[in-house]
């Protein structure tokens, strides 16, 4: 199988309509949202005496790796690791032996794979980890490797699910896999029904509205 080596400091995917306007990116327009579950964390990083960034840094780099794993695996390549730190590439092997585990009893067959695509109507850009057919079910999946599934993860599928694209391949369920980067956090899968995320659809066009208005703002110069 052929070996890529990737660009891991390669800058974010800028989105734009056809006439070249920038747009919003989905992950961007999430930010927006408070984060509730990182308070408690670095709370607990604090009180153990430990560095707050170093921790997150290290863990992201894993993540990372972690994902680009998976999705070379359904492009059909591996990921010449030279330009990756051996301990983070050795701590990634843990998770994507639970990766396996999970695949194993599934017949995926990929569709899509990490396009980027837009919504004009609704001004915003995203870039979906995988549209595939899961044991024959058009199904939309997206990887994680947090602690933890959140209130704005099925925010973002929300987003996903509504770009044209996708929307055209009538997906029937999504699927949210959080894949731990350790030991001692534990495999999640957590599978919706796309009619069960409109709500959180309307969430994600708020926080689209208020980027919109923020960025107006700022360019007002009153921010």
Known sequence: MEKIKIDFNKPHITYKLPDGTPIVGVTTALSILNKPALVPWAYKRGR???????????????????????MAHFKGFEIDNSNIAPDCWQASEESMKSFYEWEKNRKIEPIIIEEPMIN??????????????????????????????????????????????????????AI????????????????????????????????VKIYYLQKQIKEKGKL
């Open 120 to 173: 004009k109507k609704y001004r915003y850009g995203g870039t979906p980890d995988l549209f595939a057919y899961v044991d024959g079910e058009p199904t939309l999946l997206d990887f994680k490797t947090g602690s933890g599934l959140y209130d704005e993860h099925f925010i973002q599928l929300a987003a996903y699910l509504n770009l044209p694209k996708i929307k055209a391949k009538k997906a029937i369920k």
């Open 176 to 207: 949210i896999l959080n894949i731990p980067k350790s030991q001692d956090n534990n495999f999640q899968m957590k599978q919706v029904s796309v009619d069960s995320l409109k709500d959180e659809f309307e969430i994600f066009l708020c926080c």
């Open 48 to 70: 153990e005496g430990l560095s707050l960034y170093e921790s997150r840094d290290k863990a992201a780099d894993i993540g990372t790796i972690v994902h680009a794993r998976i």
